[in-house]
């Protein structure tokens, strides 16, 4: 690559960084529907092989999707709402046991009793309920006419813009690459379908995942009899995003409900066998059905990605984090196959290597 088209690339990357800081406020909604039109172009497509038109396809997808979510949404809602009032009660509970129990004994023990208590006092006037923070941020987010219509604006945007990415995804992908430069439309290419074959795996598959998950924990738990287990099976399919972290999380928050709940050491093992079944069955049946064996983002990665991205654009960035990852870590293994076949690494260049010849 030559110096030029280095320093293009590099001007070329801080003026997308610049942009995307600058547009930070309003693009949320349109990553989100680039998102949802990106996870819901393979069925659009399969419709289409059956000989129906693309808007057609695009409409049934449409409506379908929309009909799921309006019915998960009116089942789990007031769940949710019944949960969280529940885990407020239960944090109460705790804290009230942390005040009487544990600071008595770290006071005894290492003389900061007084700190250790103001600082629990402050706690439990400030936590109050889940149901009640829930009840008082809405009062707030009511309270301001302009964040309303932000968020109505929004909801009704996410939408319409989906539908029309949906609908035109083919042709926005083929514009992009007829505008690449010639030289290096075969290349670009290639490292677009290798990003895409790593997102697709990455992002549908462990999406999946973590709906499968999440519904076998919260059966799980419910089975087990814990009054929190909606709560705690979402939380632990949710976590599952990198591998290994839901089952961390999912447990150990779970493990500590159940103690609280029932404080028998049987409802432990029973979360424990909870959370190994689930486990055996991410590993043996779910991840290689959803994702396959094909390269994804190492856990190391993702983290790195999503904390990274949160870091520099707030939610903006974690919706662009995971993509980015893909792009990064493709761009790498190119580099490191054309190194391998360079006279600086000294090696004989191997057969379908890429190189800037």
């Known amino acids: 690559m030559s110096n030029t088209r280095l320093a293009l690339l590099i001007a070329g990357a801080a003026g997308i960084g610049l942009l995307i800081h600058l547009l930070k406020p309003i693009l949320a909604p349109f990553l989100v529907a680039a998102l949802l039109a990106y996870l819901g172009d393979p069925l659009v497509d399969r419709l289409e092989a059956r000989r129906m038109g693309r808007t057609a396809a695009v409409c049934v997808v449409f409506l379908v999707l929309t009909l799921f979510s309006l019915v998960v949404l009116l089942i789990a809602l007031p769940l949710l709402v019944e949960q969280f009032q529940l885990l407020g009660v239960r944090l109460q509970a705790l804290l009230q046991w942390l005040q009487t129990q544990v600071l008595p004994e770290l006071r005894a023990r290492l003389g900061?009793?007084?700190?250790?208590?103001?600082?629990?006092?402050?706690?439990?006037?400030?936590?109050?309920?889940?149901?009640?923070?829930?009840?008082?941020?809405?009062?707030?987010?009511?309270?301001?006419?302009?964040?309303?219509?932000?968020?109505?604006?929004?909801?009704?945007?996410?939408?319409?813009?989906?539908?029309?990415?949906?609908?035109?995804?083919?042709?926005?992908?083929?514009?992009?690459?007829?505008?690449?430069?010639?030289?290096?439309?075969?290349?670009?290419?290639?490292?677009?379908?290798e990003c895409d074959e790593i997102l697709g795996a990455f992002i549908r598959g462990q999406m999946l995942v973590m709906a499968a998950l999440a519904v076998v924990y919260t059966l799980g738990l419910w089975m087990v009899g814990l009054e929190l287990a909606l709560v705690l099976g979402l939380l632990a399919g949710l976590a599952s995003i990198v591998p290994y972290m839901g089952f961390v999380v999912g447990i150990v928050a779970a493990v500590i409900a159940a103690w609280f709940q029932f404080h028998d050491p049987w409802a432990l093992f029973q979360v424990g066998v909870v959370f190994t079944v689930g486990q055996m069955l991410e590993g043996m049946l779910l991840t290689p059905l959803l994702v396959g064996d094909r390269i994804g983002l190492h856990p190391v990665a993702v983290i790195f990605a999503l904390l990274a991205g949160a870091q520099l654009f707030g939610f903006v960035g974690i919706l662009l984090g995971l993509p980015a990852a893909a792009v990064i870590m493709v761009m790498l293994r190119h580099v490191h196959s054309s190194y391998l076949g360079s006279e600086l690494y000294g090696g004989p260049k191997q057969p379908g290597i890429i190189t800037d010849e």
């Open 112 to 193: 900061e009793g007084a700190t250790l208590t103001g600082a629990g006092q402050a706690l439990g006037k400030n936590i109050g309920t889940a149901g009640d923070v829930l009840f008082r941020l809405w009062n707030r987010i009511t309270g301001s006419s302009m964040v309303i219509m932000g968020w109505l604006s929004t909801l009704v945007l996410i939408p319409v813009v989906t539908f029309y990415l949906l609908r035109d995804w083919d042709i926005l992908v083929a514009k992009i690459r007829d505008l690449l430069p010639r030289n290096i439309e075969g290349r670009a290419s290639l490292i677009a379908r």
